[in-house]
């Protein structure tokens, strides 16, 4: 059974910083590409973050290009979004998921197991 487990959200101030972490077990987290999405109220989700099996390959949302980091420790089978310079806009529960086949992931349906999510709050 697969599972992904999610931790280090919360609530912080504009202008911190959050480490998020995923865990993963039962599956070959090496052999597939992974990604962070989110969703706020009233939005749908959306992708943040994506990143290759290998970790060579990264792709980020342009609301967070440059604030996010996405990466991954295949030995560990865990992957992390570092999140710098939050805004209120960054609001939202935040999804990890692994993906299939090789290359990016950058859609929703592209992803097949997904985490329970955690809360990130950011106040101004």
């Known amino acids: 059974q697969v599972q992904l487990v999610e931790s280090g959200g919360g609530l912080v101030q504009a202008g911190d910083s959050l480490r998020l972490s995923c865990a993963v077990s039962?599956?070959?987290?090496?052999?597939?590409?992974v990604g962070w999405f989110r969703q706020a109220p009233g939005k749908e989700r959306e992708i943040v973050a994506a990143?290759?099996?290998?970790?060579?390959?990264?792709y980020y949302a342009n609301s967070v290009k440059g604030r996010f980091t996405i990466s991954r420790d295949n030995a560990k089978n865990t992957m992390y979004l570092q999140m710098n310079s939050l805004k209120p806009e960054d609001t939202a529960v935040y999804y990890c998921?692994?993906?299939?086949?090789?290359?990016?992931?950058?859609?929703?349906?592209?992803?097949?197991?997904w985490g329970q999510g955690t809360q990130v709050t950011v106040s101004s």
């Open positions: 998921a692994v993906g299939y086949g090789a290359g990016l992931r950058m859609t929703a349906r592209e992803y097949d197991y």
């Open positions: 039962g599956h070959t987290f090496s052999t597939y590409p």
């Open positions: 990143i290759s099996r290998s970790g060579v390959s990264t």
